[in-house]
């Protein structure tokens, strides 16, 4: 028996959102920095290119405080590669202030337009945690207007200037105390979310650990006769296909695979209900029953939501001189491979479970090395998914004499590319002796 654990092909984590969060927020200050190094150095450009427009006073100044600029965008590039480095990211902001106030003592002093570049590197501050971002870009705001008075000591503050520095602190700060607060209110938000991510994946991750308890191992408990190989490979984490095989009171086996419209966690709930209900039935002869009496479990809801959870099935029963007795809901994907070469479908003309309303089973008369191999829809997708994928599909098993290898083909299939759909494959061989006559 052939059969992939499904936790070593489900892998629930929660670090891909985190590390992939982690990467932006690397190339975070280098694309801030970017910014503002644009916007200084267009601004000392366009001064010295129009000094009749635009004012300057000292082109050395302007120019230092654009070399400023640039010489963080560097240190910002460097924190991209050298995460020790950005621990220390609110000290580029910071020199920013320095940068702004240099460029703007270099064009015209309390007469520059350029001040409103400031409230780049405020945002940037306010913008992290703490509510102590909201003040530290008022005292750097402090140092870009009061840095005339550093650069040039003999200069008087005129009364213009301190009303324009309360004015402009008064409007910086109440900025800078929204942008804190909606980033704290945002990083709250992101923090119930995490959390709720973390509680849906473990019920997820926990969900499939059911789902593959419900899956069966191998086939030492059932008849010598009868040879078993099976594996679902879900499209999530948990999928909406089940495959089951199980020994009957009277000697027999009993094989199951089934198909559920949709994907998930829901799609896998009904799933578990259809397998459980069907495998009740395991002490009922006809294998028809067992669909009646899952199709009455299913009829309990709404009609809408009978509609939208109907389910492809394959049931049969395989007594022991070799009556392989079978019914099918809506699956018709079931082959029937002659030990003497060639294989054929067992199809059947009746609705899926949660449609219709009848089924009957169908006697066919297994020879000794014949096989049954039955598969959802999402193996067809792996030969193309078009009208004649079935027909490679027939031809890929034909080319095969063993269910242990078509198993693992399949498995190996699927595990080449993205899939759409679960995948799964269930497949006997029956070994046994034909009464004569």
């Known amino acids: 028996m052939t059969q992939t654990p499904l936790r070593d092909r489900v892998r629930v984590t929660d670090t891909g959102p985190i590390v992939l969060s982690g990467l932006r927020k690397g190339w975070e200050p280098l694309a ?140 910086f700060g109440a900025a800078a105390a929204v942008v804190n607060e909606l980033s704290r209110r945002s990083l709250l938000q992101l923090r119930a979310s995490q959390r709720s991510r973390r509680l849906i994946e473990a019920e997820v991750s926990q969900a499939a650990l059911v789902q593959q308890s419900l899956q069966p191992t191998d086939g030492s408990g059932l008849p010598p006769a009868v040879h078993v190989a099976g594996m679902c490979v879900p499209a999530r984490t948990v999928g909406g296909d089940f495959y089951d095989w199980y020994p009957t009171p009277d000697g027999g086996t009993a094989l199951t695979l089934g198909d559920v419209m949709g994907k998930g966690v829901g799609a896998g709930m009904i799933a578990a209900a259809v397998r459980t209900v069907i495998r009740s039935s395991l002490t009922e002869p006809d294998p028809a029953t067992a669909f009646h009496r899952a199709s009455v479990g299913l009829s309990t ?3 809408a939501m009978v509609s939208a959870q109907f389910t492809t ?93 078509i198993v693992a083909d399949i498995a190996a299939l699927a595990a080449d590319g993205d899939r759409l759909d679960d995948v799964t494959v269930l497949a006997m061989t029956w070994n046994g002796i034909r009464a004569a006559g």
């Open 32 to 171: 801030k920095q970017a910014l503002i190094t644009v916007l200084m150095a267009g601004a000392a450009a366009a001064s010295a290119a129009w000094p009749s427009w635009l004012l300057v006073t000292d082109a050395a100044v302007m120019w230092a405080g654009v070399g400023l600029s640039v010489l963080l965008l560097g240190v910002t590039a460097l924190m991209t590669r050298w995460s020790t480095l950005a621990r220390a990211e609110i000290v580029v902001p910071l020199l920013d202030f320095i940068a702004v106030g240099l460029l703007r003592f270099g064009t015209g002093g309390s007469r520059s337009v350029f001040l409103v570049i400031v409230i780049l590197p405020l945002i940037w501050i306010a913008a992290g945690r703490g509510r102590w971002r909201a003040l530290i870009p008022l005292v750097a705001t402090c140092i870009t207007l009061l840095l005339p008075l550093l650069l040039a000591p003999g200069r008087e503050l005129p009364v213009s200037e301190i009303v324009r520095l309360i004015v402009v602190l008064a409007v």
């Open 301 to 303: 809801g709404t009609t």
């Open 313 to 405: 099935c394959f049931h049969g029963r395989i007594s022991a001189d070799g009556t392989f007795r079978w019914v099918d809901a809506g699956h018709g994907l079931t082959l029937l491979r002659r030990s003497a070469g060639g294989s054929e479908f067992l199809r059947a003309h009746h609705l899926p479970l949660g449609v219709g309303t009848e089924w009957s089973s169908v006697t066919t008369e297994l020879l000794p090395g014949d096989s049954v191999i039955s598969v959802s829809d999402g193996v067809l997708d792996l030969f193309g998914g078009d009208l004649t994928s079935i027909d490679r599909y027939q031809a890929f098993i034909d080319a095969r004499d063993d269910v242990d290898r």
